[in-house]
């Protein structure tokens, strides 16, 4: 593995994981023939450069499965993953592929929250049956191993809990702790979100990063005495919750628990954040209209950035990205 710490994204969705349709992927094929019409190629590498012009939404997709981002450290017997979603199943088929399961290992598990989307991928975390393996799971919630037990009753799945080889540890947090796992040191934040859920703040050698999702902040909240401008301020990568659009937020969704990219790109810009990777997609959103929300986030943060540097307040760019299952970035 990298010795130089990164973030890969399992899964990037939010409320319920959304497969591709049959539907989708025609979309995206018809879309492929209409921009190759009247181009021949010669080779695969020729097809290959063809793909890398193609839009995102039509060469890839943003994903479907729901929370669960990786804190690569550098080690080949530790893991440090946030919130465990049905992308803990792709983390977990890949590291069983990769032959790092030939011998323990440990997987601290930082848990912002218990809502299904959060823990849906639990079950099938293959490294959670084999004997020799510790999970450590870090959370605030009092109820923690009850929760996650209780996912697992017969009435709702067909392995008990009890099916776990190996050894479980449930680690109860407040939000003044301080976490070191690895070369990081890790501070929490509590969030505005129904049932709470908490935010991440990783330091370490290689930079800064956040992990907020499932956060509510209301447009008015981008301002300097907000507690969160201090919780991201100069974060190198921020991973943010905007699920919806603002008149989404201000219209029908207020008090649902989660932001919109405008108060995203005003926090940010606030915090003097260097990257910000927008999370927990709407399932209700297609790639294509996930394309197009990034490109209006984008617009809007250019436009703010315009005004803020004809008022002398802006040192640095904010890089805007839309996060998408198995992107790396760097802290």
């Given at each position: 593995?990298?010795?130089?710490p990164r973030?890969?994204i399992w899964?990037?969705?939010g409320s319920i994981?959304t ?7 025609r979309s ?8 190759a019409e ?10 290959d450069?063809?793909?890398?012009e193609?839009p ?6 943003y ?7 990786e804190v690569?450290?550098g080690?080949?017997d530790d ?12 983390f977990s088929?890949e ?6 399961a ?14 299904w989307d959060?823990i ?6 293959v490294?959670?049956y084999?004997?020799g393996n510790?999970?450590?799971f870090h ?12 996912q697992?009753?017969d009435?709702?799945f067909?392995?008990?809990f009890?099916?776990f ?7 109860h947090l ?6 070191e796992?690895?070369?990081f040191v ?7 979100h129904p049932g709470?859920s908490?935010g ?8 800064c990063?956040?992990y907020?999702?499932?956060c509510?902040h209301?447009?008015g909240?981008?301002t300097v ?10 974060a190198?990568t921020l ?8 008149e989404?937020n201000?219209?029908s969704k207020?008090n649902w ?10 926090l940010a810009?606030?915090?003097r ?9 709407e ?6 209209v ?6 209006r986030?984008?617009?809007?943060c ?8 004809n ?14 299952d198995?992107m790396?970035?760097?802290?």
């Amino acid at each position: 593995m990298s010795t130089t710490p990164r973030v890969k994204i399992w899964g990037c969705r939010g409320s319920i994981p959304t497969p591709l349709s049959s539907a989708s992927v025609r979309s995206k094929v018809k879309r492929a023939l209409a921009a190759a019409e009247g181009r021949v190629f010669g080779s695969s590498e020729a097809i290959d450069a063809f793909m890398d012009e193609l839009p995102f939404d039509v060469c890839h997709t943003y994903g479907g499965n729901t929370s669960c981002v990786e804190v690569q450290l550098g080690s080949p017997d530790d893991y440090l993953i946030c919130d465990a979603g049905s992308g803990l199943r792709s983390f977990s088929e890949e590291f069983m592929k990769s032959g790092r399961a030939q011998k323990p290992a440990t997987f601290h598990i930082l848990m912002s929250h218990f809502h299904w989307d959060h823990i849906q991928g639990l079950p099938f975390f293959v490294p959670a049956y084999i004997p020799g393996n510790r999970i450590i799971f870090h959370g605030f919630h009092d109820e923690m191993e009850r929760l996650f037990r209780a996912q697992m009753d017969d009435l709702w799945f067909p392995i008990d809990f009890s099916s776990f080889n190996a050894e479980i540890v449930f680690e109860h947090l407040s939000e003044e702790d301080v976490l070191e796992i690895g070369p990081f040191v890790i501070s929490f934040m509590e969030q505005n979100h129904p049932g709470k859920s908490y935010g991440f703040r990783f330091e370490g050698p290689g930079g800064c990063f956040v992990y907020s999702t499932d956060c509510e902040h209301k447009i008015g909240d981008a301002t300097v005495s907000n507690p969160f401008v201090s919780f991201y301020s100069g974060a190198d990568t921020l991973i943010f919750d905007a699920q919806y659009t603002l008149e989404d937020n201000i219209v029908s969704k207020q008090n649902w628990g989660h932001s919109n990219s405008v108060v995203a790109v005003d926090l940010a810009l606030l915090s003097r954040v260097k990257h910000l990777v927008i999370f927990h997609h709407e399932p209700t959103n297609s790639d294509e209209v996930l394309t197009d929300y990034l490109q209006r986030t984008c617009a809007y943060c250019e436009a703010t950035q315009v005004r803020m540097r004809n008022e002398g307040k802006l040192t640095e760019p904010l890089r805007i990205s839309l996060a998408f299952d198995g992107m790396e970035v760097g802290i």
